[in-house]
């Protein structure tokens, strides 16, 4: 009799079995966990951009209710305490590295920020802590802050190993040869962009709680990490040189990250520090004006970019020259998101024979600047598609044919770019081609026309965009200059009666693995997806890994996984071909079973567990008992997601407002586990990305003040800023990994800012307009809309 | 930010010039000034609570008189700690034109402030209309306080 077992496998859009938590209000984030005894920290933040510390008095502090510890940078140095480290370095032209300056736990002689710890307060409640840090006494000696990052060359100096407050002065490409080409080329377009600051806002502020067990002389920290073995290695190896066994780091859930929570902050590392010194659990949780202050931000670059075309309108070469904003201190990967992740990028989908780019990294008085969902791709593919479509219509093209002409021709992967990455695979015709029906490009015209019967302005953008993601071959990060490996890890444990526990070195703040990674294990053992438990984000129970981010969990832990599982698979048949008395070549496995070719003896998935947990009748003397495996994936190259976003507004003359109609986002993810989980990440993305190009905007005063530290002054994107999304995929399976996929966590926030301007400078064309900046709020576009009126008039 | 306004006041020189140089006649002046003391010639010690937009905190800072100019003007100048909602600094330019015809004196003033912390962060969008409401409220009863006197 055969039974037929549903199986949610690989390309089923089961439903994320995650969410009856979070959608019940019983997620369990690190705030919401409690240790008896526990006391709270308070961080007293600087609040002047850039002055040295004259002298700190927290007599007054020390004596205050409820107060068990007020400690400041000179306790950290006392006690040898590093700081954060930058986790991946760069050479710079003229031969130097990177300038690493350090970055104290707490303020040492100066503060660099608006938000820069100054001094700690440990109390027994939070108001306690709060009241006290107000009685600490700190005299500065202000001086001159840096801010405008542009010109930070010629401000004062932030740090004494920074010269010029430059931390790099980098270059990829071939100068010369990408010059000659812009001199002989028939058209050369150049344009300049600058990609706005942005607070990452994730849902869920960070926090730590620490706690020090003096028996064992061990710590234990739970926080809101993306990776929580990377958080061990930085904080027990470079700032507390203990033993990794001695730190636990627990990462439980973590609602939300987009790169804000990758690295280590002062934060965790100071709690962990004060539970020893103070003896007591220590917890801290921001305030989300502490999370505008303090969370690493993304973007703040501005580029030059030249695009030389030849006769044909094809491009015979690009160059960028870029200066981007890192902020006060190097975060851990803050400076190779302007760089590798980003001038690696700038082929695009095009085949340009000649790219050279140079990047700035600057100094200023502003808080870190590091990865934000996309990290240096979106910088990479706004200022080509922008460029693009300038050219396109310069030249009197279809930005469509226009692109198409330039595209990497189908028949030419795998393509070495000049910027070092080779693309394994890709065809781009089909998503631009699909995108185009799906808005339906070819009739746009029409509605402009009917949109302006309305007094509309009504605009079509469009952005090709790649991505390299999953990171990443270790080698080749290494030879970047990484200083970490970039594999990831996966241990599949086969309990006695078949149910599966995965412990994944990924970790989950959103992206549903819990559900992607089971339908993986379902699908290749032929097994319900109930059966299987994906746990992740703690340290003493999963495999060293390297967490989640840069798209790259599926790509990269999936493959783990997918690895791990075949090594099951493997040791089954040895189990399964002792039990039917065959060879183990002839033992086939599909749909959870093990069948002796071309017979009917077979032996269920679930026989075969509990043959290897009661050995009875087992091989003993050439197998071991057990069914767990452990697997290590270590890429052979990125991941290349590629797709094309057509985005359609309306504009009202009359209030600026840019209203987003229509979008059609065509992708090429490879192979997709679970299309609902894609979708999702897609509209995520898309909606991020239109809050950069239309909402977000940090900004900082001539002082170096955050005026935007609120959700009064910093607008985020609501659903009435969105439209319905039409979403549809094109397939180049990925070539290099057994799972045939790619990644799908940022594309929409990479694809949609230029698509989305691309639409608003169309849609404005009429009246003259050919550049607008992010964000389009309805001020700048209503100013646009009144000068060009104004010069048509003169 | 800069803040500009004046007034004219149908009094002489000399007596807008004694009372912007008793701190108890300021005093009454600032309805939200709790403390105001006289530490030395140029030197005041000033305690004063204040609501910017959703925050509500009592600023304890220093005054420096600069640039004095008997009876003519002086700059005033300040800077408050508002402990955790951060800090202000600002100046005010104060000058004084008789007009011998009217026997009247204008008195018009020129601000610049500043804020830190908190304050910058939650209330920028409000610092301008906060601190022209201040400036006004204050030279408005320094001048009411004067007519007043003169009345009587």
């Given amino acids: 009799m055969n039974e037929v077992t549903k199986i949610d496998g690989i390309g089923s859009s089961v439903r994320r079995t995650e969410d009856k938590k979070f959608l019940t209000g019983k997620g369990r984030y690190t705030d919401d966990i409690n240790k008896p005894g526990q006391v709270q920290a308070y961080f007293l933040r600087s ?13 007054a502090a020390q004596s205050a209710p409820g107060v068990v510890g007020v400690f400041t940078g000179s306790d950290i140095a006392a006690d040898k ?3 954060p480290i930058c986790g991946w370095v760069v050479p710079c032209r003229d031969g130097s590295s990177t300038k690493e300056p350090p970055h104290p736990l707490l303020a040492q002689g100066k503060v660099r920020f608006v938000g820069d710890a100054v001094a700690v307060v440990v109390a027994e409640t939070m108001e306690q802590a709060k009241s006290a840090a107000e009685l600490i006494d700190v005299d500065y000696n202000e001086l001159t802050p840096v801010v405008d990052f542009v010109n930070a060359d010629k401000g004062a100096q932030i740090h004494e190993e920074v010269p010029n407050n430059c931390y790099f002065d980098w270059e990829l490409g071939d100068e010369s040869a990408t010059n000659k080409a812009i001199e002989s080329a028939a058209k050369v377009v150049k344009l300049s962009v600058r990609n706005n600051r942005l607070v990452p806002n994730a849902m869920e502020p960070r926090s730590a ?5 003096s028996l064992d002389e061990s710590y234990t920290l739970h926080t809101t990490s993306q990776n929580p073995h990377l958080t061990r290695l930085v904080l027990a190896a470079f700032m507390f040189a203990i033993p990794e066994s001695k730190l636990r780091v627990i990462a439980p859930d973590v609602g939300g990250g987009f790169g804000s929570k990758i690295y280590v902050y002062i934060e965790e590392a100071v709690c962990v520090w004060a539970s020893k010194k103070i ?5 801290w949780t921001a305030d989300r004006t502490q999370a505008f202050l303090t969370d690493c931000h993304g973007r703040d670059h501005v580029n030059d970019v030249q695009l030389a075309l030849d006769d044909n309108n094809k491009i015979i070469g690009l160059r960028v020259d870029t200066v981007c904003n890192l902020g006060a201190y190097l975060s851990a990967f803050s400076v190779v998101v302007p760089t590798i992740l980003h001038g690696t990028l700038l ?3 095009y085949d340009i024979p000649a790219i050279y780019t140079n990047v700035k990294g600057m100094a200023t008085n502003t808080v870190n600047v590091d990865a934000y969902r996309g990290a240096g791709r979106p910088e990479a593919t706004y200022l080509l598609e922008r460029t693009m479509e300038t050219a396109a219509k310069e030249v009197g093209m279809d930005p469509a044919e226009f692109r198409r002409i330039n595209f990497i021709p189908k028949d030419a992967f795998p393509y070495q770019t000049q910027v070092a990455l080779q693309y394994d695979i890709g065809d781009y015709e089909p998503h631009l081609d699909k995108a185009m029906e799906m808005i339906d490009y070819s ?11 309305r007094g509309m302005y009504r605009g079509i953008g469009m952005s090709s965009y790649i991505e390299a993601c999953g990171l990443a071959p270790s080698a080749v990060v290494g030879a970047l200059g990484g200083r970490v490996g970039q594999w990831e890890s996966a241990s599949v444990r086969v309990n006695p009666t078949g149910t599966i526990s995965v412990f994944t070195g990924s970790h989950s703040h959103g992206q549903g693995h819990a559900t992607t990674f089971a339908q993986i294990v379902a699908d290749k053992l032929g097994i319900p997806m109930e059966n299987v438990e994906v746990i992740h984000g703690d340290t003493d129970k999963t495999p060293f890994g390297m967490g989640s981010y840069g798209s790259r969990s599926l790509a990269s832990g999936g493959s783990a996984i997918s690895k791990a599982v075949d090594k099951i698979i493997n040791k089954s048949k040895k189990i399964a071909a002792h039990l039917l008395e065959a060879s183990e070549d002839d033992i086939d496995f599909k749909d959870g079973k093990f069948v002796v070719g071309g017979t009917d003896k077979e032996k269920a998935f679930g026989e075969i567990a509990l043959a290897a947990y009661v050995p009875h009748n087992y091989p003993l003397e050439t197998l071991e008992p057990g069914l767990e495996e452990n697997a290590f994936y270590d890429p052979t190259n990125f991941v290349f997601p590629s797709g094309t976003h057509i985005a359609e507004v309306e504009i009202d003359p009359a209030t600026g407002v840019v209203e987003v109609v229509d979008w059609a986002a065509c992708d090429d993810f490879g192979n997709l586990v679970n299309p609902m989980i894609v979708e999702g990440q897609v509209h995520g993305g ?10 977000e905007d940090a900004h900082y005063d001539e002082n170096g003040q955050l005026l935007t530290a609120s959700y009064m002054d910093y607008c985020m994107p609501r659903a009435d800023d969105l439209p319905s999304f039409k979403v549809g995929y094109t397939n180049t399976p990925c070539t290099h990994n057994d799972l045939g996929v790619k990644g799908c966590g940022e594309a929409g926030a990479i694809a949609s800012p230029p698509a989305l301007i691309n639409a608003v400078i169309d849609a404005l064309s009429p009246l003259g307009v050919t550049d607008m900046s992010m964000p389009a709020t309805p001020q700048k576009v209503w100013k646009a809309i009144q000068e060009s009126q104004s010069v048509a008039a003169e | 930010m800069e803040i500009k306004d004046s007034y004219e006041l149908p009094l002489s020189k000399e007596r807008v010039w004694a009372a912007l140089n008793d701190e108890q006649f300021l005093k009454k002046s600032i309805p939200w000034c709790e403390k105001l003391e006289r530490r030395s010639e140029t030197e005041l010690a000033a305690e ?9 905190t009592r600023f304890t800072g220093n005054i420096t008189l600069s640039d004095i100019d008997p009876p003519n003007g002086y700059t005033i100048t300040g800077s408050g700690k508002g402990g955790i909602a951060g800090a202000a600094s600002g100046s005010a330019k104060v000058k004084l034109i008789e007009d011998k015809d009217t026997l009247s004196t204008t008195l018009s003033y020129e601000v610049s402030a500043q804020v830190k912390g908190k304050i910058a962060q939650l209330g920028s969008r409000l610092i301008q209309s906060t601190a022209k409401k201040l400036s006004k409220n204050f030279f408005g009863s320094f001048v009411k306080q004067l007519e007043d006197m003169d009345k009587s």
């Avoid at chain 1, 003896?279 to 917890?283: D, E, L, T, Y």
């Fill in chain 1, 47 to 59: 609040d002047v951009a850039h002055a040295e510390i004259k002298s700190i008095d927290t007599k």
């Fill in chain 1, 81 to 83: 305490i590093g700081g």
């Fill in chain 1, 209 to 213: 709680l620490a706690e020090y067990d």
């Fill in chain 1, 279 to 283: 003896g007591r659990p220590v917890k």
């Fill in chain 1, 347 to 349: 082929s695009g989908q």
């Fill in chain 1, 443 to 453: 009739n746009f015209e029409k509605r402009r026309a009917e949109a302006a019967k």
């Fill in chain 1, 686 to 695: 898309i909606a991020q990305g239109i809050g950069q190009a239309l909402l």
């Fill in chain 2, 48 to 56: 004063v609570k204040l609501k910017i937009g959703p925050m509500s």
